[in-house]
């Protein structure tokens, strides 16, 4: 759970660049990429980390311009990263518009439970974390390069004039 307003922000701003990159490197072709039929696409994935920013984040009160949650997934990769870039600037705003420190401790319905703000913040970072995984698994599947996020990728070490080690 996070403390402070600021202390999210910094979290937020290394992780929202992160996924941007993800999103960045998407296609209009890699958007079909599936595990199975049963099974999101590259392209619902990458929407839904767009849409959650809206759906989970009105859930607490917080008022900016969002996608919503139930849009359908655009078929334009170049889109969909755009959607996440203004959301994202949007929600960030209004973080620091709207909400104090003392926000972080109000208790807000979610899903059935109470949640602080605090605890939203931190199940909003995991969430957006979980399906970027999902999606750079995908994006090998696919075919395309993979940006690093906590490391360098293997095009990364590529770049650097390595291998990437193999453990």
């Known amino acids: 759970m996070f403390k402070t307003i600021e202390e999210f922000l910094i979290n937020w701003g290394h992780e929202s660049e992160s996924t941007q990159k993800i999103l960045n490197t998407l296609t209009d072709k890699s958007l079909d990429q599936e595990v199975s039929a049963e099974d999101r696409t590259l392209g619902r994935i990458a929407w839904h980390i767009v849409t959650t920013l809206g759906e989970m984040m009105s859930r ?14 655009p078929t334009s990769a170049v889109e969909i990263a ?4 203004s959301t994202n600037e949007a929600m960030v705003a209004a973080i ?3 909400w104090t420190d ?9 899903y059935g439970e109470q949640w602080t703000i605090g605890t939203v913040l931190g199940i909003l970072t995991a969430h957006q974390t979980h399906h970027r995984g999902q ?15 906590y490391g360098p990728s293997r095009e990364d070490w590529a770049a650097f004039g390595g291998e990437a080690p193999v453990v």
């Open 135 to 149: 999606m750079t698994v995908l994006m090998r599947q696919a075919g395309l390069p993979v940006p690093g996020v």
């Open 82 to 85: 755009g959607a996440y870039r």
């Open 96 to 98: 620091k518009e709207q």
């Open 102 to 110: 003392e926000s972080l401790a109000e208790l807000k319905e979610m």
């Open 60 to 73: 607490t009160g917080l008022d900016f311009e969002a996608n919503p949650h139930d849009a359908a997934v």
